[in-house]
């Protein structure tokens, strides 16, 4: 395992998917509580990232695409370098993962 911190770069389809994903929650659930907490957990997951093979290679996607199951939702990244990995999709696993190649 390395000693090399992993930087996390945020793509803007990434930040866009979970602003869109905050205020989908918060309008079915009108819950600002609620909503935050889901967004407050797919960041913390993002950051417990210490290895760039921590996680599964991503079944529909493959190699060397990764993700990360937070509640029913995917964080799609892949490794840039030794150390550094993007975050490219936050996906709502309730959807067809068809919709994760467009």
């Given amino acids: 395992m390395s000693t090399t911190k992993i930087v996390i770069i945020w793509s803007d389809a990434a ?6 994903l905050h205020e989908r929650i918060l309008f079915k659930t ?13 960041i ?17 996607l493959g190699d060397p695409y990764r993700r ?16 550094t990995i993007s975050i490219l999709k936050i996906f709502d696993t309730y959807q067809s993962p068809e ?3 467009k």
């Fill in 99 to 101: 919709k994760l190649k």
């Fill in 30 to 42: 009108k819950s600002l509580a609620n909503s935050n907490n889901v967004k407050r957990d797919i």
């Fill in 44 to 60: 913390e997951a993002s950051k417990k990232i210490t290895f760039l093979e921590q996680y599964q290679v991503d079944e529909f």
């Fill in 15 to 20: 930040k866009a998917d979970l602003k869109f």
């Fill in 68 to 83: 990360i199951i937070v509640r029913h939702f995917k964080i799609i990244y892949v490794p840039l370098n030794e150390s």
